[in-house]
């Protein structure tokens, strides 16, 4: 236990934007892009073809880290660069939870731990540290993904199905 504990401290999450280091803007951008990869692959071992995934560049990201609605934060243990979480306020009612002024929350577009590093307890890091600042958090998924058992261990209800018939 002391050694996790001791990791945690090691762990650091901070914003960029474009006018960050340009080295840790080309880490985002690869890792941004292997994670298109992988929804991409996901989508076609399902007979799905993403017209959306397949529209994603390296330009996609950077505009994304010129738009201030968007908060994109890379998550570093000492020096290395592990995964990265992009996520823009939401304010939005559900019939799962109202919301009050000062009851605004986050909406997760995209939440990625490099390969080498999953499993190790990065992405809870992740989850935890924006569960300790925000009310309401919210995220979409494909059903079949592994990560949907990480979600709902993280507190997670699924709330919405979407359908497709193909």
Partial sequence: MLLKNTRRLTMKLFKIDMASDKQLIQEYVNMYLDLIN???????????FDAECDEKTKEDAIDKLKNPDIRIELLCDHTEVVGYVKYK?????????????????????????KEAWRRMGYGTYIMQSLQAINKKISLDCYYSLDANDFYQKMGFKPVIATYLWF
Avoid: F, P, R, S
């Avoid at 304010?91 to 799962?96: D, L, R, S």
């Fill in 38 to 48: 992988l929804h991409y692959e996901a989508a076609a071992l399902q007979g799905i």
């Fill in 89 to 113: 306020t939401d304010n939005t009612e559900t019939a799962h939870m109202k919301v009050n002024d000062e009851d605004t929350g986050i909406h997760i577009d995209q939440l990625y731990i």
